[in-house]
C-alpha cells in the first residue's frame, strides 16, 4: 500500500501533471495542498476517469486541500479543518479510508500548515495558534484512530538536516526552535517521522524555491512530511522523495513524498 502527499501549487494547472503522475505511480492515498481553487471547481470527473474518488475542502485563490483515494477504496467520516478552531483557511481534510488493497481503514489527515511568513508577524502568532490547536485535536484523534497518518505540507523542517544552509536560515520561517518545538510536541503524541524511519541521502529535500536556480543547485528545504502513528510504525516499508515532477516543465515548487506500508 502506497500514500503520498504533494503541494502541487494550483490544481488548475498543476492537474495534467497530478494525473501523470498517478499513471505512473498508482498511490493507494494521495493528499494534495494548495488547490487553488473553490470547491466548485475542483476537477471531480477528471479524477474518477483516472480511477480516483476524493474529499475536498477548496478556497479560491489560497490554500485548498483534498485527499483522493483509488477506486475502489472509500472515504468516510470526513472532517474539513480543525474543529472548534475558528479559521476561514482552507487548511485541513481528514478521513476514514478503505484501501483499494482491502488493508484496515486508516484515518488520514491531510494538512497545509500555514506558512507564518516571518518570527513576530501576524502571520507567525496565527501559525503558533493553528499549531497548538491541530496538537489538541491529534491527541482525541489518536485516542480515537490508533492507525493514523498525517501529512501534508507543514511548512517547518525537522531539524538542520532540512536545511542546505542551516548556519544562513538558522530563527528563520521554517526553522524556528519556536515551529520545531511544535513539531517535537506532535511527535511526542505518538507520532513519527516516516522519512527518518530510513537512511536517507544527505541534504534529501521536498522544496526548492524558483528563483536563483535553487533545485538546480538542490538549495532547498524537507517541510513536506509524513507522519505515521505507533501502530503504523512496524507496517512502514520505505519513505522517499520523487523529485522527477519537479523537473517537469511549469512544475509545482513541492515534490511529492511517498510512503509504502506492509498491506496490515
Not at 495534467?16 to 494534495?32: R, S
Not at 480543525?82 to 491531510?110: C, K, S
Not at 516571518?118 to 492507525?147: C, I, N, T, V
Request: include cysteine.
Amino acid at each position: 500500500m502506497h500514500l503520498a502527499t504533494w503541494n502541487v501549487n494550483s490544481l488548475a494547472v498543476r492537474l495534467p501533471h497530478v494525473l501523470d503522475w498517478l499513471a505512473a505511480h498508482p498511490v493507494d492515498i494521495l493528499a494534495l495542498q494548495e488547490l487553488k481553487l473553490s470547491d466548485d471547481q475542483f476537477p471531480v470527473q477528471a479524477l474518477q476517469q483516472a480511477g480516483y474518488s476524493a474529499a475536498w475542502l477548496g478556497q479560491k485563490t489560497y490554500n485548498g486541500v483534498a485527499l483522493l483515494v483509488r477506486q475502489p477504496g472509500a472515504v468516510a467520516e470526513v472532517q474539513r479543518n480543525i474543529p472548534g478552531f475558528d479559521d476561514d483557511q482552507a487548511r485541513v481534510i481528514a478521513a476514514t479510508v478503505e484501501p483499494a488493497t482491502g488493508a484496515a481503514p486508516l484515518r488520514v489527515i491531510g494538512a497545509y500548515f500555514p506558512n507564518g511568513q516571518a518570527p513576530g508577524s501576524d502571520k507567525f502568532a496565527y501559525k503558533m495558534r493553528w499549531l497548538q490547536a491541530l496538537r489538541e485535536w491529534l491527541a482525541h484523534e489518536l485516542a480515537r484512530h490508533p492507525r493514523l497518518v498525517l501529512m501534508g505540507d507543514f511548512n517547518i523542517t525537522v531539524d538542520d538536516a532540512d536545511v542546505w544552509d542551516p548556519e544562513a536560515l538558522r530563527d528563520t520561517i521554517h526553522c524556528t526552535r519556536e515551529e520545531r518545538a511544535h513539531l517535537q510536541a506532535l511527535k511526542d503524541l505518538g507520532l513519527h517521522d516516516a522519512f527518518r524511519l530510513f537512511a536517507q541521502p544527505p541534504k534529501s529535500f521536498s522544496w526548492w524555491d524558483y528563483r536563483q536556480l535553487a533545485f538546480p543547485k538542490n538549495r532547498g528545504l524537507r517541510i513536506d512530511h509524513i507522519f505515521i502513528s505507533d501502530a503504523m510504525r512496524p507496517l512502514a516499508r520505505s519513505c522517499t522523495i520523487d523529485r522527477a515532477p519537479r523537473k517537469w516543465k511549469q512544475p509545482s515548487d513541492h515534490a511529492p513524498v511517498v510512503l509504502e506500508l506492509a498491506n496490515g
